[in-house]
């Protein structure tokens, strides 16, 4: 899925129930004048919907999309209400497109689907309906989570930023009340109970394994996306961790000084910008190349990468699970062509970096996951008050691929 929100990748993660129908139409129509016959094939029942696609457009190319839906519909679903469902079908489709949390549609979708699920009640044990509708509830309950979660760890920053008045235990004290309130006061739990209860109608009526320790799943990267429905949104896990660190150290003034490090993290001073590379709703200054329409493989215009670490409940910041590899661009206007900037940045490995075809060299440059990276900017290069830098691809063929350089978060610091 193309830039999909990190939301999405660290609840829901490989193998979840995944209805696509313009997608894999597309998909089909693309590559099918290069083949002879087709079959149609996946792992699980998780893409059923998108099977069905796939062996209809194997069929008849020129099928539209929504009339395999309302057929679909029909045939497992209810004659009479075929159109909504087919309708609720495609908008389970746009709730994974953009930000998560800009995407004010996610609510409507799940409306539609309780409406549906209301008028239809006689198909509460049917699987497949079971499956489209544990996803409306499931995308909806992790957007009220975000936004929620966001709030919260806005919140602490606040309280952060003031540890220096504030004395940095009381800060980190407080700032942990304000984030455990995801555990206290937790965001909708009726829509948290009614995930569970349909994946456990999943399990007993098919099979459908969500979870590890409930249901004996495999492993919890296929599909145990029940595993990772209270995964934090925010930065708490992370948080935690660097406060146990920062409490260790001696001097208030530097407890002080890393408080504050933390508060601004991804809120840079005025005149100042932050791209979290990966994101779809915060890295605005990333260049988007080519659409799915023409490089349907996603290989001339790179799509966010998630990693899978501590088997998915890592307690890294979220920023640094989601990367770009090289080549990559990213531009700048309305600089202050007075003013002289810093380039920072985190990601893993090597970065060569140009800054209107100026090489950069690097004043820092440590090369771990989280770890800083710092360019200065040469001011002549902001005269105009515009700037576009580029990663150049550098020869990785004799490296793993989970040590292939990566660019996580991006800082273009006015000094």
């Known amino acids: 899925?193309?830039?999909?929100?990190?939301?999405?990748?660290?609840?829901?993660?490989?193998?979840?129930?995944?209805p696509q129908p313009v997608y894999y139409a597309f998909i089909h129509n693309y590559f099918a004048?290069?083949?002879?016959?087709?079959?149609?094939y996946s792992d699980g029942i998780n893409d059923d919907l998108n099977k069905t696609i796939w062996s209809m457009r194997g069929w008849d190319p020129t099928c539209e999309v929504r009339t395999i839906l309302v057929e679909y519909a029909r045939f497992f679903f209810n004659a009479s209400q075929a159109e909504h469902i087919a309708d609720g079908i495609l908008a389970l489709e746009k709730n994974w497109e953009g930000s998560l949390a800009e995407n004010g549609a996610v609510a409507a979708t799940l409306t539609l689907w309780q409406d549906l699920e209301e008028t239809l009640p006689g198909l509460a044990d049917n699987w497949r309906w079971q499956a489209l509708l544990v996803r409306a509830y499931y995308d909806a309950y992790t957007r009220e989570r975000l936004l929620f979660e966001t709030g919260l760890e806005n919140e602490a920053n606040t309280i952060?930023?003031?540890?220096?008045?504030?004395?940095?235990?009381?800060?980190?004290?407080?700032?942990?009340?304000?984030?455990?309130?995801?555990?206290?006061?937790?965001?909708a739990p009726g829509l948290r109970e009614r995930i569970v209860s349909?994946?456990?109608?999943?399990?007993?009526?098919?099979?459908?394994?969500?979870?590890?320790?409930?249901?004996?799943?495999?492993?919890?990267?296929?599909?145990?996306?029940?595993?990772f429905l209270e995964y934090p949104l925010n930065n708490r896990w992370f948080l935690e961790d660097e406060f146990n660190r920062i409490r260790t150290l001696p001097d208030e003034t530097e407890r002080a000084r890393e408080l504050a490090t933390l508060a601004a993290w991804a809120c840079p001073s005025p005149g100042s910008f932050y791209d979290d590379i990966g994101h779809p709703g915060k890295s605005p200054h990333l260049k988007r190349l080519e659409g799915l329409n023409t490089d349907p493989y996603m290989q001339r215009s790179t799509n966010p990468g998630f990693w899978w670490?501590?088997?998915?409940?890592?307690?890294?910041?979220?920023?640094w699970q989601d990367t770009m590899d090289c080549p990559m661009t990213m531009i700048y206007t309305g600089l202050d062509p007075e003013a002289t900037y810093l380039l920072r940045?985190?990601?893993?490995?090597?970065?060569?970096?140009?800054?209107?075809g100026y090489?950069?060299?690097?004043?820092?440059?440590?090369?771990?996951?989280?770890?800083?990276?710092?360019?200065?900017i040469p001011k002549a290069l902001t005269a105009d008050r515009t700037l576009t830098l580029l990663w150049e691809c550098e020869e990785q063929s004799e490296l793993n691929?989970?040590?292939?350089?990566?660019i996580a978060e991006v800082w273009l610091l006015k000094q």
């Open 359 to 376: 090489v950069l060299a690097p004043t820092l440059y440590n090369k771990g996951i989280g770890e800083l990276k710092e360019f200065p």
């Open 309 to 319: 670490w501590e088997e998915g409940f890592s307690r890294r910041r979220l920023s």
């Open 1 to 18: 899925m193309p830039w999909w929100d990190p939301a999405f990748s660290l609840t829901l993660g490989r193998e979840p129930i995944n």
């Open 160 to 187: 952060l930023a003031a540890a220096k008045e504030i004395g940095t235990g009381a800060a980190m004290d407080a700032a942990l009340e304000v984030l455990n309130r995801t555990e206290t006061e937790p965001a």
């Open 345 to 356: 940045m985190t990601g893993n490995g090597e970065a060569h970096v140009r800054a209107n």
């Open 198 to 227: 349909l994946y456990d109608g999943l399990f007993h009526s098919i099979g459908l394994k969500s979870s590890v320790k409930k249901y004996q799943a495999s492993g919890y990267e296929r599909g145990c996306s029940l595993d």
């Open 401 to 406: 691929w989970r040590d292939y350089a990566t």
């Open 33 to 40: 004048p290069f083949t002879a016959g087709f079959i149609t």
